[in-house]
């Protein structure tokens, strides 16, 4: 059976969009069939980087009941299918969307919760999928705890800012472990003279296992190429041969092994 | 051979008609320790709990792996969250019917089987 892989992050900025997309894209590269969702209803992204692709609906009403998923998926494998198959669901990027999600009230995140869980049955059983990966809002919010909840595996994306890790590592001990969930941190944006050395790397890898009691998948490096692309392309489809699609092949293979 | 098999048949009827009974007592037990501890709630204007993340956020441990299975499952009895969550099915029915009790869950039975489930409607 398929899995679901939550993307989240304690603090906004730290690379969750851009990790799932091109998480997403080195399973299709594997011949995979994955699902993207975007679940950051705060902040929709991803409509931004499958421009052209017009859904008919969003997951904002599969969540209210408005459509069944299947209606929300749209197919994106022509363009970025490269030898799989990419599926994405988008979120509604208007205000007035986005308005209407953060009005909702306990009953209806319960109900969302319930539809979230019940892709499971529609996707996954049947072999529809391999992955379906959800790119969250950050933070604790009912949207990001819903989507750990349904998730099979959750990876935490997480600065070497003092304050995101702070709070990564208060979020994995309180809301994580709670949900007994499978979890892996990936640090991003990590600074080039922090893995200059092997010296160097092993002193950095020492800290980071000394900061967080979970498995760290990735330690991925700040590469100015993955800025200078800035989300309008998915950087690993692109530049196949670039170390940062080499760390992104290593992640999906710890991924896939957690 | 075949008296002795029909009596086979028939005290394993009646084992698992006493275990029935027995799981009946259980959960009035539950019921009865439940409302000892937390007085009875007065209801309908304690409106039921919405069993949503930050409810499961705050239930204790062993409550909040029933609740999530439960979740996952939509409607199931004790033995199928018993199945999910390795731990003895008695103990499940246990930590189920404290969970209706504290308003979270609806409790239907259907013949032998009592289902549990989250009402989301009301």
Known sequence: MGKIIAVHSYKGGTGKT???????????????KVCLMDLDFRAPSLHAIFKGYEPDYWLNDYLNGVCEIDKVLVDATKDHGNGGKLI???????????????????????KALG???????????????????????PGLQYSSINAIVTADVALVVTSLDASDINGSQRMTTELYDLFEKKTGILVNKVVAERLSTKEEQKKFNKYLKSIHNLPILATIPCYCEVLRAAGNFIFTEERPDHPFTETLEALATSVEKL | MAAYRKLEVKSTQLLEKIREHLEQLNEKIDVMIEIQKHGHRE??????????????????????????????????????????????????????????????????????????????ET
């Not at chain 2, 705050?58 to 999910?84: F, G, M, N, W, Y």
């Not at chain 2, 409790?107 to 089987?113: A, W």
């Open chain 1, 115 to 137: 539809r979230l869980l019940s892709l499971r049955s529609a996707l996954l059983t049947d072999g529809t999928f391999d992955y379906i990966i959800f790119d969250t809002s």
């Open chain 1, 88 to 110: 994405v669901a988008l979120a509604n990027p208007s205000t007035e969307a986005i308005r209407d999600m953060t009005a909702k009230d306990r009953k209806w995140e319960m």
């Open chain 1, 18 to 32: 851009s990790l799932s997309v091109n998480l997403a894209a080195t399973y299709a590269r594997r011949g995979k």
């Open chain 2, 43 to 120: 209801l309908p204007e304690n409106l039921p709990e919405a069993l949503d993340v930050m409810t499961l956020l705050s239930l204790p441990d062993h409550l909040r792996k029933t609740a999530v299975s439960l979740c996952k499952l939509e409607k199931a009895t004790a033995d199928e969250i018993a199945e999910q969550t390795k731990r003895a099915r008695a103990v499940e029915s246990g930590y189920l019917n404290q969970l209706v009790i504290m308003g979270y869950l609806k409790k239907e039975r259907q013949g032998r089987k009592a289902y549990f489930y989250v009402d989301k």
